[in-house]
């Protein structure tokens, strides 16, 4: 795979490092970085406050903006190799977890129109450490409307994350504990996971 354009997908839970490490490997690897619109969200802070009122504008507002961002990728992906902190399929975690009834029906016949139009990344890293450590790293990084996130609804998230990978064949998976790892502020740590993918794409 060295010699072809690629696309690695990081996943995870909140909290877990996905863009940070998206920003590492684009600067290391020379990759093309592609970030979801999560600061973007206008419905993001009431999500979090009141998640049963405002889960399916938030759900369909990051699954548009997900979609287009793929698509994009798509497109770049066949003059360079790309890096995203997102795997589309991703949105159907979020759906099952916040969507119920009608707009659950509504929403699965929306993604069920994208899906085709959709590839599979060639890579798929998926972060993951304890709800403690989640929950230390978000509320370290004060993320505008993170913290609001109540520990429950994160230990449901990752739960959900676990289910979803568990028996995942849709693409090529490198998990990754991140409990001891921490790529952001130690070199050492950095070179470590930085080694991981480069032999995980060979």
Do not use: C
Request: net charge neutral; charged share 30%.
């Amino acid at each position: 795979m060295e010699n072809a354009h690629y696309h690695i997908a990081i996943e995870g839970p909140i909290g877990v490092g996905k863009t940070s490490l998206a920003m590492i490997l684009a600067w290391e690897l020379n990759l093309k970085a592609f970030f979801e619109p999560a600061d973007n969200n206008p419905y993001l802070d009431d999500f979090y406050a009141d998640i049963p009122r405002f889960s399916f504008p938030t759900q369909i507002y990051f699954l548009v903006h997900r979609f287009r961002k793929q698509l994009r990728l798509q497109k770049i992906k066949k003059g360079r190799s790309v890096v995203s902190d997102f795997y589309f399929k991703k949105d159907l975690i979020f759906a099952s977890l916040n969507l119920k009834d009608r707009d659950k029906e509504l929403y699965d016949r929306i993604i069920a129109e994208m899906l085709p139009f959709v590839e599979e990344p060639n890579l798929i890293i998926y972060l993951d450490a304890p709800l403690g450590v989640l929950m230390d790293r978000i509320r370290k990084r004060a993320r505008h409307g993170e913290t609001l996130i109540a520990e429950e609804y994160e230990e449901l998230l990752s739960t959900s994350y676990k289910r979803f990978f568990q028996d995942f064949q849709d693409a090529p998976i490198l998990p990754i504990d991140t409990t001891f790892l921490d790529f952001v502020n130690r070199e050492a740590d950095r070179r470590t996971v930085i080694k991981i993918v480069k032999d995980a794409l060979r």
